[in-house]
């Protein structure tokens, strides 16, 4: 009778709160039986094993089947078409009096800052499937080319092994397998940070499910979307520990193909800044995972492993950077970012960003994304690392991976502070990154050490004295950190986050560093939730693509399309998520973002000694002029690009678009404007030279 009535009260739940929700938050939208629905079931799921179910068993239950549940919930997500992009900012950017409502977030905001993901990233990707997922495409910047590198988006190729979150495009519909490529990386973190937790923990699900929760929600991995080196890293290890475990020789094979493939996406990354220090740390811990399995790790096995591994890599990575090659040259040998050589020696206070990184999503920040951190603890993971080693030193206990992590933080640390002389840099490949990346890092280190620590030396009673000294310690830090924060963030860091800062930072500190086994779980519980919030809410939930097909324009740009079909188009504004929108759309834009630099472009109108200026990742903003044609470098990561009339028959350009400016007054002798489009603010025009 008790499980009835449980029950009753998780229904009761599950359908009153998601209608206080609608009645109280959303009071200006209309009710959302969309929001609605995904409230209740993610409720009723939470709850039910608190009514209906013994709670020991249906968390034992959860535990056996959490992959079937996981790829349960992810088929949903998919089936219906949700994700995470901020592309309802189109719906204001582009004919805002044509408003697609489900376009609209349904839950969250969408952030105008994720630029290199709604209005670079995502219109890259989805150009694909205008392009029948060739390896070459003239989509971008209106010239044919590679797009399986730099950009790196799927294609009907061996590359796309190296690309598991884009696979969805081959065989789904495009919302769905947006969808899929969206909440793929999400899913696997979250399973490979479980996995690896386990691994590391003792076995422990709690502490590896609370850990799994606090990486993947970590506002570092939401606003950075930087899930892949660590998923790939983490599986990397967990794979290997079963390869060195394996006696089986075909399986064997199989878990090293896996591992090939694996370290192919690892490297398919192609984002020095993180790869090298991450590198560092999966360096450490697969050396920790050989000593844990010194008598399963023979010389036949390694060479196996590596002779493999190398055959994977000439399988799916060789041919594509070979086909690519040359704009991997061109890449590395831009103004920006290929020429950069970091010595170190600043950005320390980053590695204290965590005291205001969960809140971002609860104001205006400039850019969230620099100031995102794990809430790493720091120092605190390092105290205890190097109290613990102390320790085991005096007891002639060793512990490999202990020590590696600690002695890996406090060096990748020091690089914020001390500048590096040039030939170190260059040697550690350091030079390749940069302090402002490799802090992300150093928090990930950290955090990774303090579960090490609260699950591997816990302490089973207390005294008096360690509990003041602690407590004196944590109040210490958090006094620092807090200070720190407030002089780098003072327009943001207001004295209610200060507050919350205090709150919940100095006893949680406090219980690190006590390290008892019967609070320990208080810890990770504490963590899990302060993650969860600040990162939960980073992105919005959106459904489907309408805003990116439906509005006029879009089916305007595939009605021209259809008819002209090889046409060349440019965007005319100051505005460069237009140009990208067209890409989305399927047509071959000369002036959208260049991943790399077009040095045919500027030739044509005159501009090769300009080099310095547009050798460069860089998004390109058109304008028109009498003038002869000049270009000038707005950011580290724009153009403006003055271009006289007479110019564009020289670029070969059929179709212009405009955000309102009308261009027939530079009509001239050898070239016409014909306006053909005309809009809510969108304007196309013909091209005629003579």
């Known amino acids: 009778m008790k499980k009835y009535y449980k029950s009753i009260i998780v229904l009761l739940i599950s359908i009153l709160i998601p209608c206080i929700v609608e009645k109280f938050i959303y009071v200006e939208e209309a ?23 013994d709670r020991k068993k249906a968390l034992e239950f959860i535990y056996d089947k959490r992959y079937i ?18 592309i309802s900012i189109y719906n204001e950017a582009i004919q805002p009096n044509h408003n697609i409502k489900i ?9 105008l800052i994720r630029g290199d993901e709604w209005a670079v990233g995502t219109p890259t990707l989805l150009s694909q499937t205008k392009n029948n997922f060739n390896e070459k495409s003239r989509i971008l910047n209106a010239k044919l080319d590679y797009v399986t590198l730099y950009p790196k988006v799927i294609a009907k190729s061996i590359s796309s092994l190296s690309m598991p979150n884009y696979l969805g495009f081959l065989f789904l519909p495009t919302e769905q397998a947006f969808s899929f490529s969206w909440y793929f990386g999400y899913f696997l973190l979250f399973f490979a940070s479980f996995e690896f937790l386990m691994l590391i923990l003792k076995k422990n699900k709690f502490y590896s499910t609370m850990g799994a929760i606090v990486i993947t ?12 080196l660590i998923s790939y890293g983490e599986i990397a290890i967990v794979l290997f520990d079963k390869y060195l475990k394996q006696k089986k020789l075909l399986n064997q094979v199989l878990l090293a193909m896996l591992i090939g493939i694996v370290g192919c996406c690892y490297i398919m990354c192609l984002y020095p800044a993180w790869q090298v220090p991450y590198g560092y740390l999966f360096l450490i811990l697969s050396i920790w995972t050989m000593k844990n399995n010194k008598d399963d790790c023979s010389w036949k096995k390694m060479l196996m492993l590596i002779a493999i591994i190398f ?14 090659y040359d ?24 590695l204290f960003n965590y005291f205001i990184s969960n809140f971002s999503v609860f104001m205006e920040m400039d850019n969230p994304c620099e100031a995102s951190q794990f809430v790493s603890l720091f120092p605190i993971p390092v105290i205890m690392g190097m109290y613990y080693w102390y320790n085991n030193k005096r007891k002639f206990k060793k512990d490999f991976l202990l020590v590696g992590l600690t002695v890996l933080v406090i060096l990748l640390s020091v690089w914020n502070f001390v500048p590096l002389p040039g030939w170190v840099a260059k040697i550690t490949l350091l030079s390749m990154s940069t302090p402002r990346r490799c802090l992300v890092v150093s928090g990930f280190i950290c955090l990774l050490l303090l579960f090490y620590c609260l699950s591997n030396y ?11 000294q602690n407590l004196i310690i944590a109040v210490c830090i ?16 207001t004295t209610k986050f200060i507050i919350i800062d205090i709150m919940f930072f100095v006893p949680v500190m406090f219980l690190c560093l006590l390290n008892y086994r019967k609070t320990n779980k208080i810890v990770f519980v504490l963590l899990a939730i302060f993650t969860f919030v600040g990162g939960v809410l980073v992105h919005p939930l959106n459904i489907g693509l309408d805003v990116i097909y439906k509005k006029p324009v879009s089916l305007e740009i595939e009605k021209i399309e259809k008819k002209d079909k090889d046409a060349n188009w440019m965007v005319v504004g100051n505005q460069y998520f237009v140009q990208n929108y067209l890409v989305a759309n399927g047509a071959d834009t000369i002036n959208s973002t260049n991943y790399y630099p077009n040095f045919e472009l500027w030739k044509k109108i005159g501009l090769e000694n300009k080099e310095k200026i547009y050798n460069r990742y860089a998004h390109i903003l058109v304008n028109l002029t009498n003038k002869k044609s000049s270009v000038k470098l707005n950011y580290s990561d724009q153009l403006g690009l003055f271009l006289n009339s007479n110019d564009v028959c020289k670029l070969d350009v059929d179709y212009l678009l405009t955000t309102g400016e009308e261009i027939d007054k530079y009509n001239t002798n050898i070239v016409k404007f014909r306006k053909i489009y005309d809009e809510d603010n969108i304007l196309i025009y013909s091209v005629k030279c003579n």
Do not use: D
């Not at 376009?103 to 952030?111: D, H, K, L, Y």
């Not at 040259?329 to 050589?341: A, E, I």
């Open 31 to 53: 009710f959302s039986f969309i929001r609605f629905g995904i409230l209740f079931g993610l409720l009723f799921i939470l709850l039910i094993p608190f009514g209906v179910f």
């Open 327 to 350: 704009i991997y040259s061109l890449m590395t040998n831009t103004v920006y970012p290929g020429k950069r050589l970091s010595l170190g020696g600043y950005g320390w206070f980053g």
């Open 217 to 228: 929600f970590s506002s570092v991995v939401q606003w950075w979307e930087c899930w892949t």
């Open 103 to 111: 376009a609209n977030p349904i839950f969250g905001e969408s952030r």
């Open 311 to 324: 055959i994977m890599i000439g399988i799916i990575v060789v041919p594509t950077l070979l086909k690519s």
């Open 458 to 468: 816990q302490e089973k009673s207390l005294k008096y004295l360690v509990k003041f």
């Open 69 to 86: 549940i996981g790829i349960f919930i992810f088929a949903i997500l998919v089936l219906f078409g949700f994700h995470g992009s901020s």
């Open 478 to 493: 958090v006094a620092f950190g807090i200070y720190v924060t407030k002089i780098h963030y003072a327009k943001y860091f």
